[in-house]
Each structure stands twice: as C-alpha cells, then as structure tokens.
C-alpha cells in the first residue's frame, strides 16, 4: 500500500499550516476529508441538486435515488441484512439519542438498570441520564482494568437480574482499547439484554458485519470515515426499528395526518424526519468507495503498524506517561507529560505543525478515574506515516526543553 499516493488524495496535505507541513493526529476527532468526497457535494450542489423523497420532478427523482443508493452501500459495508436498517442521523450523538430517546418512551421501565462503561464517550452516557432523570433508571459503570481495558469478566460481574441494556464503545476514544463486543453481545442476549454500540471509532478502523457482531443497534460518525460533518448512521435490527416510536415528528416520516390520528410511515422513513443531510448522504457513498478501495483489512494493518511505532517511541521517551496498554488497541495514543498541561503540549505542538487534541476528550468519567483533568491526544488515520510519528516524538522533546524537562 503506497500511502505517500493515499496522501495525494487529501487536498489539505497540499496546505502549509502556520508555514509547516501538516501532520495531522487528529482523526480520532475528525478525519480530513478526500478530494473524491469534496468534489461529490460540489457536483450535486452545481449539477445535480434537489431534496430528496418528495417532488416528482427529474432532479428529485435522482437525488433520492442517489441517496438510497448511499443507504444500499452502507448496507453492504457493515453487512446489515436490511437497508431499512440503515437509519441517516445528523451524527453518531444523535443516533444515541434517538436509541435512548425510543427505548426509553417504550421499552425501559423504572428500575431497569443500563450497563455502560468507565470508558464512554459522553454521548453514550449523557443520553443514558436523561433516562436516569426522566424514567428513574439506573446506570451502572462497568470499570477500567489497569490496561485501560474492558474485560468479559468485568461486564459479566456488572449484569444484574435488573440489566435490559448495555452500551458500549466499540474502540475507546481514549485508551483506544477495542472492546470484546461480538461476545458481550453472545452473553448479553443469553440474558435478554440489547446491547447498543457506540461505533464512532470502530467504524473508521475495524471491520465492520453487522450480522456476524449482532450487536442491536450500532452508531456511526461519518465525519470520522472520511466522510462530511453533518452526518451518521444508526444501524437497528428491523424488529428493534419497527416496533420502537419515532423520534422526531415533520415532514418525510408520516403515513397519514388527521386532525384526530397520525400513522407514520415504514422504515427508514419513519426515522428520518424533515429535511435530511442531502449532499452529505450522497458524498458519504465516495467516503465508502474511498474506504473499500484500499480495503479494511489494509487499514487494520497499517494502522496497527503505526501505533506500534508510537507506543514505542513515546514509551522510550522518558516523562511522557502513556494512558493505557490494551493487548487490542486501535489507533490512539494518549498521553500525559508530568508537569505540563495538555493544552500547553498541544499549543507547543501546534507550532510545529502537528496537530493533535487536548483536553477530556468528552471522556470526564474515565479521566476521574485516572485522577487527571485531561489528557493529550494523538490519533492515527489512513494517511499517517511513521514519520509522522516521529515528528510528533520530536515535538515532544521540544515541548520538554521549553519546562525544563
Ligand atoms: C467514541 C465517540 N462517541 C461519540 C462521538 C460523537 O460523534 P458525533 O460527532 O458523530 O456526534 C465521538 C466523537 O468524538 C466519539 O469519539
């Protein structure tokens, strides 16, 4: 794989940031997007345009079909049985939303128990409060190990009689420790639990199948897949998409309207209220082609490969403390240097070119448990090199010099 020829293919690497060359470790936050997905919503905003699902005329007729022809192609990549599986969402936060928002009006009752992790991004733990407020569930957190791990083990000691759901990231955003999901699905519904994954980091980097996870309901970022802001995916099994209430009312989800009675429409209709992300649905399918062209399991490799490299580098690199060590890691080192904040090392950084994220990363939780108000992170995408990586061990060391260190 020639990542130097990948790296053609995103115009911001053309860019001089600040005078520098960009390195860019910042994907876990958001992926720079490829010139093929830029240039689609050009050409449907220039060529092509029209809302989707409602005119008759020829341009609505195209644009839906090329909307659903999106739908049919995140069906396949993530291998759900049925494209009315495939729900469009403005992101993944919204599709946990809507997941809590309709189990909750019809599923969970006062005193059911909801079993998420200490490593939840708050989109998958702020949904579940409200419920806490609203319904009087409880949550409950299954903890770290100190590998920045979530164990079978560790799940299986947190379900109680009281467990209907557990939430899960599939790839910590923070420890980048990959979840064993596949089996905590096997276990959860030996029991009668729905699970519900947070799929916004597992979605870029994993392979995807649905059918083989069988996980029910699975939330993808697609600004994060090299695809637009703007928009997610909520994959949910048909029986568990059919039977729940919608989310939103308006336009695009109804049936029939009376003044008395309102039916709504079928799948996916009946989630997809208003006017949706038209052009970045439309993109979204070259950020697939994009994916699919290099192939997933060449992204594992490479990814993997780089990650490797880093852990080294920054375990070598004495004063700065990695945060977690799982034996399945996905691409994101975190880090702490003692004695200097994160967003001093990220401000330092910066004016080397090299961006990375500093802060909780929307992950209080798990940094109260680790004792510490932030953190800094560097994470990988398809486009990184080990030089990059080196970069970023040689901006460090120049952070150092400035504290003293
Ligand atoms: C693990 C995780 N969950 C949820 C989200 C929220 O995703 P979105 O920006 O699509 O709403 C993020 C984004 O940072 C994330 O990393």
């Given at each position: 794989m020639n990542i130097d020829q990948i790296k053609k293919e995103f115009p911001i690497f053309d860019e001089k940031i600040q005078n520098n060359d960009l390195v860019y470790l910042d994907s876990a936050n958001s992926s720079q997007k490829p010139k093929i997905v830029v240039d689609r919503i050009n050409e449907f905003y220039t060529k092509q345009f029209s809302n989707v699902g409602r005119s008759v005329h020829y341009l609505a007729v195209a644009a839906t079909n090329l909307y659903e022809n999106t739908r049919s192609s995140v069906q396949k990549y993530i291998n759900a049985k049925d494209t009315n599986e495939i729900v469009f969402t403005k992101g993944a936060t919204e599709a946990l939303n809507l997941v809590a928002n309709t189990l909750g009006q019809s599923y969970l009752q006062e005193g059911d128990e909801v079993l998420i992790t200490e490593l939840e991004h708050h989109s998958n733990y702020v949904p579940w409060h409200f419920l806490r407020k609203s319904k009087n569930i409880k949550i409950n957190f299954a903890e770290i190990n100190e590998e920045g791990e979530i164990t079978l083990e560790e799940i299986e000691s947190k379900i109680t009689p009281k467990t209907k759901l557990i939430s899960i990231t599939?790839?910590?955003?923070?420890?980048?420790a990959i979840l064993p999901v596949k089996e905590i699905t096997q276990l959860a519904h030996s029991k009668g639990i729905i699970v519900v994954v947070d799929g916004c980091q597992g979605a870029p980097h994993l392979k995807l199948d649905m059918q083989d996870l069988d996980c029910d309901f699975y939330a993808i970022s697609c600004h994060k897949m090299y695809g637009p802001t703007g928009l997610g995916v909520l994959y949910g099994k048909k029986k568990w998409l059919e039977e729940l209430p919608p989310y939103q009312g308006g336009g695009g989800m109804i049936n029939e309207v009376k003044k008395d009675r309102i039916s709504y429409g079928e799948l996916p209709n009946k989630y997809e209220?208003?006017?949706?992300a038209t052009a970045q649905v439309i993109a979204f399918d070259q950020s697939i082609k994009f994916l699919e062209s290099i192939g997933i399991e060449n992204v594992m490799k490479h990814e993997a490969d780089l990650v490797e490299y880093g852990q080294e580098l920054l375990q070598k690199n004495n004063s700065v403390k990695l945060i977690g060590n799982p034996k399945h890691k996905g691409g994101v080192l975190s880090f702490t240097i003692e004695g200097v904040h994160p967003h001093d090392i990220a401000t330092i950084l910066d004016e080397d070119g090299v961006a990375i994220r500093a802060g909780h990363h929307c992950c209080q939780i798990l940094h109260d448990k680790l004792n510490i108000p932030a953190s800094a992170r560097a994470s990988v995408g398809i486009y990184n090199t080990k030089e990059d990586l080196d970069q970023l061990n040689e901006s460090i060391n120049n952070c150092k010099k400035i504290f003293n260190l």
């Open positions: 599939h790839l910590s955003n923070v420890t980048g209220a208003g006017t949706m």
